[in-house]
């Protein structure tokens, strides 16, 4: 079993910038694909960004703006968001996967064995 919690949102103007942060307890936290998703009020949740080992992969709204990046020391996937926008305003969700065969870039909600309870971000415009 994983157990995830977000922290790190809040309310911020267009163009700011916001940290998430994704703990994680388990010790093979390294082994598991993390991701971030977001669902706006009224849409579906949606792929943000994934990583593995190093690198990540981008939904292409953020791409250029967000990146993910991973702690395994601290159990922790982060997630930095710069010049946010209104329509980036969503409850963000971290999830992880230990399904070695995935590939980050394709993931979907579905694919996610393990959710956080979601932390909240509004951008106003």
């Known amino acids: 079993q994983v157990q995830l919690v977000e922290s790190g949102g809040g309310l911020v103007q267009a163009g700011g910038s916001l940290s998430l942060s994704c703990a994680a307890s388990g010790r093979i936290f390294a082994f598991y694909a993390m991701g971030w998703f977001r669902q706006a009020p009224g849409k579906e949740r949606e792929f943000v960004a994934a990583i593995r080992w190093i690198g990540g992969a981008y939904a292409d709204s953020v791409k250029g703006r967000f990146t993910i990046s991973r702690d395994n020391a601290k159990n922790t996937v982060y997630l930095q968001m710069n010049s946010l926008k209104p329509e980036d305003t969503a409850v963000y969700y971290c999830?992880?996967?230990?399904?070695?065969?995935?590939?980050?870039?394709?993931?979907?909600?579905?694919?996610?064995?393990?959710w956080g309870k979601g932390t909240l971000v509004t951008v106003s415009s």
């Open positions: 999830a992880a996967t230990d399904n070695q065969r995935l590939t980050i870039a394709t993931l979907t909600r579905n694919d996610m064995d393990y």
